[in-house]
């Protein structure tokens, strides 16, 4: 029987990348599929991480794999993701010509995000935060107060029980249908109420510009939970990272393409910035391409320091070239291109931050991702079996009660 001691705290991460979510579609449709292999083909990813965290099109997978259907199960199957994408993808971002897109981030956002709002509002109804299967963390970016706002579970539960501010949860569709990344899609804006009839206002963009990748994000709050809560979950403290089993999917970057140079950079003005002749949107692929790396760096060094490097796995691939590398190009011939880009990360060896350098150095003796995600859908599964078997209480507790 399984103690308290020996419980992990599961947690699975998304980046965002727009129809680039075709990538961490396809590897956790692997992984699922080997969870399935172990504990039959009613396994979901849902039913075995406390947390799953993404950011704009990370935060959509989220809600797809967190949302509960009439059965109060998963509303999506891992695979049916890239099913979503392959459908969807191409009514989200409708091509035009080049000198048409051009035209219209002039004047205003390359899209008007309507259908990706109405088919998310078909898919999720009335679902609120507090009715996913599993604890969730969303981050957006408030324009106005220029910070990050972060729904998640944990803060649903601290306003609603506490009665501390007002609600963000009950806007439930908010992180996920109407937060974009700057320059393609609209911002928005909306309004909570909480019992005393205080209001809030929200003026909400793409948490991409802040953060992601959402790794750190969610640790934090994990971390924040247990010290509000005043749980001694881990024999070492809330820093005890043996303890988290953290999987972190990337949906691919051009960084490593160097694509952009000093030289070139030099001699940019306003509208440079905001899209070059290769159709590229330097400004904001700085911004995300920055935030991720960093946070992977930190994530990363954190978990080699404390020597529990084999507990998270980093799954991401920074060569990505042309259209591959932007967030909207939902062509046939570019998803199907995406969907091979995942099926290459899955093949590739593991890789690990170098201190020295901040580079991802391949780690041959761990074998391939596929072969990692393997090792942690065996680690899972154990994991889940000793919760069900045991008679003492959880480390972290379902998603539908408080926390």
């Known amino acids: 029987m399984a103690t308290l001691a020996s419980r992990k705290v599961t947690v699975l991460t998304i980046d965002g990348g727009g129809i680039r979510g075709l990538i961490p579609g396809t590897i956790l449709t692997f992984l699922e599929k080997k969870l399935q292999e172990l504990d039959g083909p009613n396994a979901r990813l849902a039913d075995y991480f406390d947390y799953i965290a993404g950011t704009s099109t990370g935060g959509l997978i989220t809600a797809m794999?967190?949302?509960?259907?009439?059965?109060?199960?998963?509303?999506?199957?891992?695979?049916?993701?890239?099913?979503?994408?392959?459908?969807?993808?191409?009514?989200i971002?409708?091509?035009?010509?080049?000198f048409a897109n051009t035209?219209?981030?002039?004047?205003?956002?390359?899209?008007?995000?309507?259908?990706?709002?109405?088919?998310?509002?078909?898919?999720?109804?009335?679902t609120r935060v507090n009715e996913t299967l599993t604890n969730v963390v969303i981050p957006a970016f408030d324009v106005k107060n220029l910070q990050p706002t972060i729904f998640s579970t944990f803060d649903y539960f601290t306003r609603t029980c506490t009665g501390a501010g007002s609600d963000p949860a009950s806007e439930e569709r908010a992180p996920l249908g109407r937060l974009h990344l700057p320059t393609y899609l609209p911002a928005h804006f909306f309004q909570t109420k909480d019992d005393a009839g205080n209001t809030r206002d929200f003026n909400l963009i793409d948490g991409g510009v802040a953060a992601n990748n959402p790794t750190m994000v969610t640790i934090n709050q994990i971390t924040r939970k247990m010290?509000?809560?005043?749980?001694?979950?881990?024999?070492?403290?809330?820093?005890?990272?043996?303890?988290?089993?953290?999987?972190?999917?990337?949906?691919?970057?051009?960084?490593?393409?160097?694509?952009y140079t000093a030289k070139d950079a030099a001699g940019w003005g306003i509208l440079s910035w905001l899209h070059t002749k290769e159709g590229y949107t330097p400004i904001v692929d700085m911004f995300s391409y920055s935030s991720a790396a960093l946070v992977d760096y930190n994530v990363s060094i954190l978990f080699q320091a404390l020597r529990s490097e084999k507990n998270y796995l980093r799954i991401q691939d920074d060569s990505l070239k042309g259209t591959e590398a932007t967030v909207d190009v939902a062509t046939e011939e570019n998803m199907k291109k995406l969907i091979e880009i995942g099926e290459r990360m899955l093949a590739t060896t593991v890789s690990r931050v170098d201190m020295e350098t901040g580079k991802?150095?391949?780690?041959?003796?761990?074998?391939?991702?596929?072969?990692?995600?393997?090792?942690?859908?065996?680690?899972?599964?154990?994991?889940?079996?000793?919760?069900?078997?045991?008679?003492?209480?959880?480390?972290?507790?379902?998603a539908g009660s408080a926390l």
């Open 93 to 98: 971002f409708p091509q035009r010509p080049d």
């Open 360 to 398: 991802p150095v391949a780690v041959p003796e761990e074998g391939t991702n596929a072969e990692a995600l393997t090792r942690f859908a065996k680690m899972l599964s154990d994991e889940r079996k000793a919760r069900t078997s045991s008679s003492s209480p959880e480390a972290i507790k379902p």
């Open 227 to 259: 010290i509000v809560d005043k749980q001694e979950i881990f024999p070492g403290g809330p820093t005890d990272y043996d303890k988290f089993l953290v999987i972190s999917i990337g949906t691919g970057s051009g960084k490593g393409a160097a694509t």
């Open 103 to 126: 035209l219209l981030e002039l004047k205003g956002p390359k899209y008007d995000g309507e259908f990706l709002h109405s088919k998310i509002q078909g898919l999720l109804g009335a």
């Open 65 to 91: 794999l967190a949302a509960p259907n009439k059965d109060k199960r998963p509303l999506f199957t891992a695979e049916g993701i890239n099913k979503f994408y392959l459908e969807n993808g191409p009514k």
